[in-house]
Nanobody, 112 residues
C-alpha cells in the first residue's frame, strides 16, 4: 500500500523557518509531479509549490522568495523561511503517477 507521509510541521514564531518533508512508502513508480498544498481554517486548499520529475518548479506568488521546493526521487521537501502568520495552515503533500496521492497533512502554525 502506497502512502505519502509528511513531517516537519510545528509551531514557529513569525520570521522563523521550518522544513517540511514528504516521503512515499511502499512500492510505486516515480511521481511525475509532486507538490505542496495548504489549507487554512475556513479557506480552500491552495497550491503552494510544485516540482516535476524534470525539476520544473512553480510557486504561488504569496511564497515566492521565501519558500523553496526540492525533491529526491519520490521525496519532496519544502524549506520555508521568513514565515508569516498568514502561512498558518495544514500542509499537504501531493504526488501523481498520474494517479493522485495525498498525504495526511502536517500542521504549520506561525505565531505573531
Amino acid at each position: 500500500q502506497v502512502q505519502l507521509v509528511e513531517s516537519g510541521g510545528g509551531l514557529v514564531q513569525a520570521g522563523g523557518s521550518l522544513r517540511l518533508s514528504c516521503a512515499a512508502s511502499g512500492t510505486i513508480s516515480r511521481f511525475y509531479n509532486m507538490a505542496w498544498y495548504r489549507q487554512a481554517p475556513g479557506k480552500q486548499r491552495e497550491l503552494v509549490a510544485s516540482i516535476s520529475n524534470s525539476n520544473y518548479i512553480n510557486y504561488a506568488d504569496s511564497v515566492k522568495g521565501r519558500f523553496t521546493i526540492s525533491r529526491d526521487k519520490n521525496t519532496v521537501y519544502l524549506q520555508m523561511n521568513s514565515l508569516k502568520p498568514e502561512d498558518t495552515a495544514v500542509y499537504y503533500c501531493y504526488g501523481t503517477t498520474p494517479i493522485a496521492y495525498w498525504g495526511q497533512g502536517t500542521q504549520v502554525t506561525v505565531s505573531s
